[in-house]
């Protein structure tokens, strides 16, 4: 069995991040290929019971916890170094030199880099240490998200947004020579990185656990709608302000019925904690179990104008059959089709008129629903997702 070593910026675990969810995933299913070996950083404490997930599907595994006045010293060094904030802040000495020393006792037969948070560590290194087969993952298309937010950001957030953008742009075409393979989660992704060999991306979307997620009888729904993610993410935040200050004042002015709201995720910021004194709203905090959220909710409102890649938000809720509203990016990127597997809205009034139907048109929510959850099953289990990236490592 070939070896295969995976570093990746976070520990995989627990499935609260968008990148630690992939990767654990990557390691579940490519386990049963190869002997898997996991060289992680991260800036948190991770728990020993969080450890022994990963333990019974790595062979080896190294984790290094990072200094935090060595995380904030390299933020400082931004105003000298040309590589992104989020690159830097991961890049440390003492962590390089212990990679260095895992390559040579492991000899991988292949490598696969999470992100480019991570390859500061690799970048460095001698070529030679490097198996010929190495792979990044850019998971999404990083600059894109963040010229995003400066477009939408004022002040000195939209110069660190715009700062930021272009230090990612610039190094993701870095590193598009550096490495000779490449994924990455979406068509769209792939489409925004405007480099000579953008085209030799290799498309490996997330898929869902479908047996995890699975239809739920044991909570009845009893919130209408939901945003359920990261709610200290900068995406997620918008999204939340939109529900809250877009949709809610309309839906107020057109419904006598109160609408019950459900926002629920890990670290919520100070603009989603404010949220919480509304009537409307209940906040559930750093869930164990995730599928409690989506069990609780009849909808998914998910109004993402700022959005990269593939959102596993959505297909987490169409595996549990709760219809999905959201815009037209998300869904374009699972290709997904409106009124068949979830409903597509733009602006505040067509979420709202969404919103109005599907909970008065029980037939339609059922159709949809039941739809979203045969689109998932044929198309999105991780297993499936995965067969391009194995044969990749493979060598064929």
Same mark, same amino acid.
């Given at each position: 069995?070939?070896?295969?070593?995976?570093?990746?910026?976070?520990?995989?675990?627990?499935?609260?991040?968008?990148?630690?969810?992939?990767?654990?995933?990557?390691?579940?299913?490519?386990?049963?290929?190869?002997?898997?070996?996991?060289?992680?950083?991260?800036?948190? !404490?991770?728990?020993?019971?969080?450890? /022994?997930?990963?333990?019974?599907?790595?062979?080896?595994?190294?984790?290094?916890?990072?200094?935090?006045?060595?995380?904030?010293?390299?933020?400082?060094?931004?105003?000298?170094?040309?590589?992104?904030?989020?690159?830097?802040?991961?890049? !440390?000495?003492?962590?390089? *030199?212990?990679?260095?020393?895992?390559?040579?006792?492991?000899?991988?037969?292949?490598?696969?880099?999470?992100?480019?948070?991570?390859? =500061?560590?690799?970048?460095?290194? %001698? =070529?030679?240490?490097?198996?010929?087969? %190495?792979?990044?993952?850019?998971?999404?298309?990083? %600059?894109?998200?963040?010229?995003?937010?400066?477009?939408?950001?004022?002040?000195?957030?939209?110069?660190?947004?715009? !700062? *930021?953008?272009? @230090?990612? &742009?610039?190094?993701?075409?870095?590193?598009?020579?550096?490495?000779?393979?490449?994924?990455?989660?979406?068509?769209?992704?792939?489409?925004?990185?405007?480099?000579?060999?953008?085209?030799?991306?290799?498309?490996?979307?997330?898929?869902?656990?479908?047996?995890?997620?699975?239809?739920?009888?044991?909570?009845?729904?009893?919130?209408?709608?939901?945003?359920?993610?990261?709610?200290?993410?900068?995406?997620?935040?918008?999204?939340?302000?939109?529900?809250? /200050?877009?949709?809610?004042? +309309?839906?107020?002015? @057109?419904?006598?019925? =109160?609408?019950?709201?459900?926002?629920?995720?890990?670290? =919520?910021?100070?603009?989603?904690?404010?949220?919480?004194?509304?009537?409307?709203?209940?906040?559930?905090?750093?869930?164990?179990?995730?599928?409690?959220?989506?069990?609780?909710?009849?909808?998914?409102?998910?109004? +993402?104008?700022?959005?990269?890649?593939?959102?596993?938000?959505?297909?987490?809720?169409?595996?549990?059959?709760?219809?999905?509203?959201?815009?037209?990016?998300?869904?374009?990127?699972? &290709?997904?089709?409106?009124?068949?597997?979830?409903?597509?809205?733009?602006?505040? *009034?067509?979420?709202?008129?969404?919103?109005?139907?599907?909970?008065?048109?029980?037939?339609?929510?059922?159709?949809?629903?039941?739809?979203?959850?045969?689109?998932?099953?044929?198309?999105?289990?991780?297993?499936?997702?995965?067969?391009?990236?194995?044969?990749?490592?493979?060598?064929?």
């Amino acid at each position: 069995m070939k070896r295969l070593l995976i570093v990746a910026s976070r520990f995989p675990y627990p499935l609260n991040k968008g990148d630690r969810l992939r990767t654990y995933h990557f390691i579940r299913v490519l386990s049963r290929y190869f002997s898997i070996i996991l060289f992680s950083t991260d800036d948190e !404490m991770i728990a020993p019971e969080h450890l /022994e997930q990963l333990r019974c599907y790595c062979e080896q595994l190294y984790h290094f916890p990072l200094s935090t006045w060595q995380r904030y010293r390299n933020l400082f060094r931004a105003l000298w170094q040309p590589l992104p904030l989020q690159s830097l802040y991961f890049s !440390m000495e003492y962590v390089r *030199e212990a990679l260095k020393e895992v390559l040579i006792r492991e000899r991988p037969d292949a490598l696969l880099a999470q992100t480019l948070r991570i390859t =500061p560590l690799l970048d460095r290194l %001698s =070529p030679q240490l490097l198996p010929s087969l %190495s792979v990044l993952d850019y998971m999404d298309c990083f %600059s894109k998200r963040y010229f995003a937010l400066a477009n939408n950001a004022k002040g000195l957030r939209k110069w660190a947004f715009f !700062m *930021e953008a272009q @230090r990612l &742009q610039t190094y993701e075409h870095y590193l598009m020579e550096y490495f000779p393979f490449h994924i990455i989660i979406s068509h769209s992704d792939k489409n925004a990185i405007h480099h000579p060999r953008a085209k030799e991306i290799l498309v490996i979307p997330n898929g869902v656990d479908i047996e995890y997620f699975h239809i739920s009888d044991v909570y009845a729904p009893v919130f209408d709608i939901g945003f359920i993610g990261n709610l200290g993410y900068e995406p997620n935040i918008l999204a939340v302000q939109f529900i809250m /200050e877009k949709i809610l004042p +309309l839906w107020r002015q @057109r419904y006598k019925k =109160p609408l019950r709201i459900l926002l629920a995720g890990a670290q =919520p910021s100070k603009e989603v904690l404010r949220y919480k004194n509304y009537c409307e709203v209940t906040l559930w905090q750093n869930l164990k179990d995730i599928r409690a959220a989506y069990s609780a909710i009849k909808i998914l409102v998910a109004p +993402l104008f700022i959005s990269t890649g593939i959102q596993n938000k959505l297909l987490e809720a169409m595996a549990m059959q709760r219809v999905v509203i959201t815009t037209e990016a998300p869904a374009k990127a699972i &290709q997904a089709q409106h009124k068949k597997h979830l409903w597509i809205a733009y602006d505040a *009034e067509s979420f709202v008129q969404g919103i109005a139907i599907l909970l008065n048109d029980h037939l339609l929510y059922q159709q949809i629903a039941q739809q979203a959850r045969a689109f998932i099953e044929a198309c999105y289990s991780w297993e499936q997702t995965l067969v391009p990236l194995r044969q990749l490592l493979e060598g064929n």
